[in-house]
């Protein structure tokens, strides 16, 4: 036992803990595409659904501004979340073409965290209005925590959050 | 070409146009339509966009961006 965690600890001291490949980026983006896309049909139809009750509430004088803006606030929210999540695939994927074009790894490692924070964001804010995440963007995030990431120091995901 | 394309476009520019105005009104049917139109960008942001719409109409305002 005590061999295996040394050989361990070593690994990850030479080579990095489970580090990235070109086909492990690609994985991942494609898992968090699929659960993005997923997330925006599901809460899309919710929102309209949400919205066709509180139009009806609004045409019967039932709504104040202060509760109409409560009614729809999770929903901004989770739409600017999916919107920013887009946004950090596009660069994500830009990232990996460039690490698989010139082999250089660099902008995937800047864009890796921002994908992981933006999906994860996702997540909790599915969490909060308690609706299970879809089974792709659960799979990604499984992945990314896994695997070695930094901090994010994009707006993107920065802009989405509250 | 560019003709085809340019008889294409004189169509179904004022269409789209048409279906986007519907769907803001509320009309279910030119939503659903919308939405599969559009599938490749966020369809929560056209569903934002309509609640920006029932805000200004109800309350004569944009959203404060909460």
């Not at chain 1, 968090?32 to 919205?51: C, F, H, I, K």
């Not at chain 1, 501004?65 to 929210?77: I, K, L, M, W």
């Not at chain 2, 966020?42 to 959203?63: P, V």
Request: glycine share 8%; hydrophobic share 40%.
């Amino acid at each position: 036992m005590t061999k295996l965690l040394t050989w361990v600890l070593f690994s990850c001291l030479t080579i990095g803990c489970g580090g990235w490949s070109v086909g492990k980026a690609r994985t991942v983006i494609e898992l968090s595409g699929d659960g993005v896309q997923l997330t925006d049909q599901v809460g899309a139809t919710l929102y309209r659904d949400r919205l066709d009750r509180i139009e009806a509430q609004l045409e019967r004088n039932e709504l104040s501004r202060e509760e109409y803006d409560e009614a729809v606030r999770p929903f901004q929210r989770a739409t600017a979340a999916v919107v920013s999540a887009r946004e950090s695939l596009r660069i994500a994927e830009a990232a990996v073409d460039t690490w698989e074009i010139r082999g250089d790894d660099r902008p995937w490692r800047e864009a890796a965290p921002c994908l992981f924070a933006a999906i994860a964001y996702l997540k909790d804010l599915w969490e909060e209005v308690g609706l299970p995440s879809p089974g792709p963007l659960l799979d990604a995030i499984d992945i990314f925590t896994r695997r070695s990431s930094g901090q994010c120091r994009s707006q993107v995901v920065e802009e989405a959050a509250p | 070409m560019k003709h085809v394309w340019g008889e294409i476009l004189k169509e179904a520019v004022p269409a789209l146009v048409d279906l986007i105005g519907r769907a803001i009104d509320g009309d279910a049917e030119a939503a659903r339509r919308l939405e599969e139109i559009l599938s490749p960008e966020s369809l929560m942001k056209i569903q934002d966009l309509r609640a920006t719409e029932l805000r200004k109409k109800h309350f004569g305002d944009n959203d404060d961006g909460a």
